[in-house]
């Protein structure tokens, strides 16, 4: 988010990257809401469980990897006409 102020970001890439954190933190609270009703079911290994919270991890997987790619189609080509500035 600092960056993004020294960079003086656009209103449209402010909501990009609001976007970006919003689907991480989702997705994170949703992994940790599976993985805590999981274990109120059952402490035991169950193989559906440990599927429903593997499953659930890698959507905080595919959530940050998805941001990472917002954040570099915001920044990147704002830093490249830093450096090409004369």
Do not use: G, Q, Y
Not at 9 to 28: D, G, T, Y
Not at 74 to 86: A, D, G, K, M, Y
């Amino acid at each position: 988010m600092a960056a993004a102020i020294l960079l003086r970001l656009r209103m449209e890439e402010w909501r990009w990257l609001i976007l970006a954190v919003a689907l991480v933190w989702s997705a994170e609270a949703l992994n940790t809401a599976i993985e805590r009703l999981s274990d109120a079911i059952s402490v035991e290994m169950n193989e559906r469980l440990r599927f429903a919270k593997d499953t659930a991890a890698w959507a905080v997987f595919v959530a940050i990897i998805a941001s990472a790619v917002i954040v570099l189609t915001v920044f990147v080509p704002r830093i490249v006409r830093l450096i090409e500035r004369p």
